[in-house]
């Protein structure tokens, strides 16, 4: 089984950054491809949504509506990780961001989809003060 563990999230004011950190591990991550690594958000009473994903072959990411041009995800392939740079950051951004671990090839070309995903983090608390 594979294992995304998120770490770096924590408080901060309107208009600071975070950058989340996810590291896929686990034994069976030998033997499985990773297609795409993708984050996640869920605030206090919503549904969770999409904010990003990459897309591990040619490196391609995409970002939902509401973080596009603040938030930026990057990787370190060798580690099997992706960063998520959050930047000018407000207090609708405040929720539990998770990590998912995309291995079948289909969450090509839907990273949005939550289903789509194999393995999740345990999420890590963002907060935006105002």
């Known amino acids: 089984q594979v294992h995304a563990v998120e770490s770096g999230g924590g408080l901060v004011q309107t208009g600071g950054s975070l950058r989340l950190s996810c590291a896929a591990s686990g034994r069976t991550l030998r033997t499985l491809r990773t297609y795409a690594m993708g984050w996640f958000r869920q605030a206090p009473g919503k549904e969770r949504e999409f904010v990003g994903a990459?897309?591990?072959?040619?490196?391609?990411?995409d970002y939902s509506d509401s973080v596009k041009d603040r938030f930026t995800i990057s990787r370190d392939s060798a580690k099997r990780t992706v960063y998520l740079q959050m930047n000018s950051l407000k207090p609708e951004d405040t929720a539990v961001y998770y990590c998912?671990?995309?291995?079948?090839?289909?969450?090509?070309?839907?990273?949005?989809?939550?289903?789509?995903?194999?393995?999740w983090g345990q999420g890590t608390q963002v907060t935006v003060s105002s």
């Open positions: 998912a671990h995309g291995a079948d090839p289909r969450v090509l070309g839907f990273v949005d989809q939550a289903w789509r995903y194999d393995s």
């Open positions: 990459l897309t591990w072959i040619g490196g391609r990411t």
